[in-house]
C-alpha cells in the first residue's frame, strides 16, 4: 500500500484540504496493525446515493424515520450546546395517546422506525413513565416498526422498564467530565451516574448506543478519552461519535470549533481503544473544509460507518482498500438502523461504487472523471434499509 498522503492527493475533490502529514501517517501505522471484528469495512449513509442504488430501496421517502419528542420542544437542561433546538424540528406527541395516534399516521406515511425522545428534566432524564404501556402496544402491533430511544440516565428499574416495553435500540450521551456535566449541562449529577447508566442499559438485552459528542466542553476536548474507557468497561452494540456544532451556544458562554486534527487523534484513539464495536460517525460535525477535512481522518482512522460524507470519502476508501458499502439514508446512524443490522454485518446496499465516485468527481468543475486505477470494491448483499429525510 503506498503512502496514504500520496493516496490522498489522487482523491480530486479533497484538493487543498489541511491534513497533518503526522497524524496522517500515524493513522497509516496504526491502521496497518489493527486486527478487529470491525477493522477494514466501512459504510456511507447519504440520501444522494439514492439514484445509484438498487430498486431495493425505492420506498425511502421523506418519513421514513421520524423524530418524536414527548415533550415536543420543552427541556429543563437547556444545555449550552443546544438550549433544547435539537427538540424543535421533531414532531410533539405530549400524551401516551398523542404518541399512540402519531406513530398510526407515520406508519400509514410510510414510516418504518421513528426516534422516541423528549426534553429532559432537572435530573437528565425524559420522563417516559406514562409511556411504556404505549410503546409496548406500539411494538406488539407493529413489530417490524423500530424504535430507537434516546434514554438519557435511568436507574435499573428504568432500564428494565425500557426493555420490558420493547424498543430496538436505547442510545445515550456519555460524558466523562465532571466539569462538562456542571457547566455545559448544568447539571447536579456525576461521571459515575453516566457510567451507571450504560451498565444497566447494557445489562438488559437491549441493543445499546452510546454517543460520545466531541469538544462537548465548549469546543475543547475534555471528557473523551474517559467516556471511552468508561463504554470499554460495559461494551456496547456500537458507539456513535459525533463532534459539536455549537450554533445555540449563548454569547457569553461560546464554543470553539474543535481542531479537526484534535477530532482525527480522537478518532484513532477510539478505534485502538474499541477494534471489536462499530464505530460510527453521525450526522452532527461542523460544515464546510472542517467537516471534509474530519471525515477523512475518519475513513482513515477505521471507522465503520460515516453519515452524509463529504464528496471523495467513498474514493478515499476504496483508494485504501476498505471493503466499502454505502447505505442510500441519512437517518441511520441517528436511529440505530446500522445497529440494528449489526447482528447480520450486512447492512448497506450493493451500488455501482464507480457510479458514485464519478459522480462525486464530476461535481469538481473542469474534471473528466477518469478513475484509472481505483480498484473497485462492490459489496454484495442488497438489504431493505431504513429510509432518509431529505
Ligand atoms: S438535555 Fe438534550 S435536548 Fe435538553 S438542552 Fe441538553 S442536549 Fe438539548
Known amino acids: 500500500m503506498s503512502n496514504w498522503l500520496e493516496v490522498i492527493e489522487r482523491?480530486?475533490?479533497l484538493e487543498g484540504i489541511d491534513l497533518d502529514a503526522g497524524l496522517?501517517?500515524?493513522m497509516q501505522k496504526q491502521f496497518a496493525g489493527m486486527a478487529g471484528d470491525h477493522i477494514g469495512r466501512v459504510n456511507f449513509y447519504t440520501p444522494t446515493f439514492k439514484a445509484y442504488a438498487s430498486s431495493e430501496i425505492s420506498g425511502?421517502?421523506?418519513?421514513?424515520?421520524?423524530?418524536?419528542s414527548i415533550t415536543g420542544g420543552d427541556c429543563k437542561l437547556q444545555c449550552d450546546h443546544c438550549k433544547a433546538k435539537i427538540l424543535e424540528p421533531m414532531i410533539a406527541a405530549r400524551t401516551p395517546e398523542d404518541l399512540w395516534r402519531t406513530v398510526n399516521e407515520q406508519i400509514n406515511g410510510g414510516a418504518q422506525g421513528m426516534l422516541l425522545t423528549g426534553g429532559s428534566n432537572h435530573r437528565n432524564e425524559v420522563e417516559y413513565g406514562d409511556y411504556y404501556s404505549t410503546i409496548r402496544r406500539i411494538k406488539d402491533t407493529f413489530p417490524n416498526f423500530k424504535i430507537a430511544m434516546h434514554t438519557a440516565l435511568v436507574d435499573m428499574d428504568i432500564a428494565r422498564r425500557m426493555e420490558d416495553c420493547g424498543i430496538d435500540a436505547a442510545m445515550m450521551d456519555v460524558i466523562g467530565s465532571q466539569d462538562t456535566i456542571t457547566q455545559v449541562y448544568h447539571l447536579r449529577r456525576t461521571v459515575d451516574d453516566f457510567e451507571k447508566t450504560l451498565e444497566y442499559l447494557v445489562s438488559t438485552t437491549l441493543k445499546v448506543v452510546p454517543h460520545i459528542v466531541i469538544g462537548l466542553h465548549y469546543g475543547n476536548l475534555l471528557g473523551e478519552w474517559n467516556a471511552l474507557e468508561m463504554i470499554r468497561r460495559h461494551t456496547p452494540q456500537a458507539v456513535v461519535l459525533v463532534v459539536v456544532m455549537p450554533f445555540y451556544a449563548p454569547e457569553n458562554r461560546p464554543f470553539v470549533t474543535p481542531q479537526s486534527s484534535e477530532v482525527g487523534r480522537f478518532f484513532m484513539d477510539a478505534r485502538k481503544a474499541l477494534p471489536d464495536v462499530p464505530l460510527l460517525l453521525g450526522c452532527a460535525r461542523p460544515p464546510g473544509r472542517a467537516k471534509m477535512e474530519i471525515d477523512s481522518y475518519a475513513v482513515m482512522a477505521g471507522l465503520n460507518g460515516i453519515a452524509h460524507p463529504s464528496d471523495g470519502m467513498v474514493e478515499l476508501a476504496?483508494?485504501?482498500?476498505?471493503n466499502v458499502r454505502v447505505t442510500p439514508a441519512c437517518c441511520s446512524i441517528a436511529i440505530g438502523d446500522e445497529v440494528m443490522a449489526i447482528e447480520t454485518s450486512e447492512s448497506g446496499l450493493q451500488v455501482d461504487i464507480e457510479r458514485v465516485i464519478a459522480h462525486e468527481r464530476a461535481k469538481r468543475p473542469g474534471f473528466g472523471g477518469a478513475l484509472a486505477g481505483i480498484k473497485v470494491v462492490t459489496s454484495g448483499m442488497p438489504e431493505a434499509v431504513g429510509g432518509c429525510c431529505s
Open 24 to 26: 496522517v501517517s500515524g
Open 11 to 13: 482523491v480530486e475533490p
Open 318 to 322: 476504496v483508494r485504501l482498500e476498505r
Open 60 to 68: 425511502c421517502g421523506k418519513s421514513a424515520w421520524p423524530a418524536i
